[in-house]
């Protein structure tokens, strides 16, 4: 074997014999890495399945059959079936709501500068009666005598 060892070429594809593998040794004791259970569900949901809706063979994913079931049972009155349907559209919208921007207002129109206009002109005239009412109170009770009483 020594004479081997010395006529052998490291290269391409040619580890050198000490970093070899052993016989009967894995390169991977541990294995493959097991799937997580998120990754096994929605592989299992996306699998394809054939149905007859509406008397006509069509091919969906299981996730899509459980929909249909849900809703149609929940039409039927099935109350468990509807709640369920209640609150995975709950969370869509919420997901859906909290996943969009909220859009901008619309700009000023004319109708609205004066709309603005208007309020404003109401509370500077409230703002200066009420100072004007202040004032003939003070006046008012500086010319009083307190004996007059």
Same mark, same amino acid.
């Given at each position: 074997?020594?004479?081997?060892?010395?006529?052998?070429?490291?290269?391409?594809?040619?580890?050198?014999?000490?970093?070899?593998?052993?016989?009967?040794?894995?390169?991977?004791?541990?294995?493959?890495?097991?799937?997580?259970?998120?990754?096994?569900?929605?592989?299992?949901?996306?699998?394809?399945?054939?149905?007859?809706?509406?008397?006509?063979?069509?091919?969906?994913?299981?996730?899509?059959?459980i929909v249909h079931q849900l809703v149609n049972k929940s039409t039927t009155?099935?109350?468990?079936?509807?709640?369920? +349907?209640?609150? @995975?559209?709950?969370?869509?919208? %919420?997901? =859906? /709501?909290?996943?969009?921007?909220? *859009?901008?207002?619309?700009?000023?129109?004319?109708?609205?500068?004066?709309?603005?206009?208007?309020?404003?002109?109401?509370?500077?005239?409230?703002? +200066?009666?009420? @100072?004007?009412?202040?004032?003939? %109170?003070? =006046? /008012?009770?500086?010319?009083?005598? *307190?004996?007059?009483?």
């Amino acid at each position: 074997m020594a004479d081997d060892e010395q006529d052998y070429k490291v290269g391409p594809g040619r580890p050198p014999l000490h970093t070899r593998f052993r016989k009967g040794q894995s390169g991977n004791p541990g294995g493959r890495r097991k799937k997580q259970l998120p990754a096994l569900l929605a592989d299992a949901l996306n699998e394809t399945v054939f149905v007859t809706i509406d008397g006509e063979r069509r091919e969906i994913t299981k996730r899509e059959a459980i929909v249909h079931q849900l809703v149609n049972k929940s039409t039927t009155a099935d109350l468990r079936a509807t709640k369920m +349907l209640f609150d @995975m559209m709950k969370d869509a919208e %919420q997901k =859906a /709501g909290a996943a969009a921007p909220s *859009p901008e207002p619309p700009p000023f129109t004319k109708a609205d500068e004066q709309v603005v206009e208007q309020l404003v002109e109401r509370i500077r005239h409230q703002i +200066l009666t009420e @100072m004007a009412e202040k004032e003939r %109170q003070a =006046a /008012g009770s500086i010319g009083e005598d *307190p004996d007059d009483g």
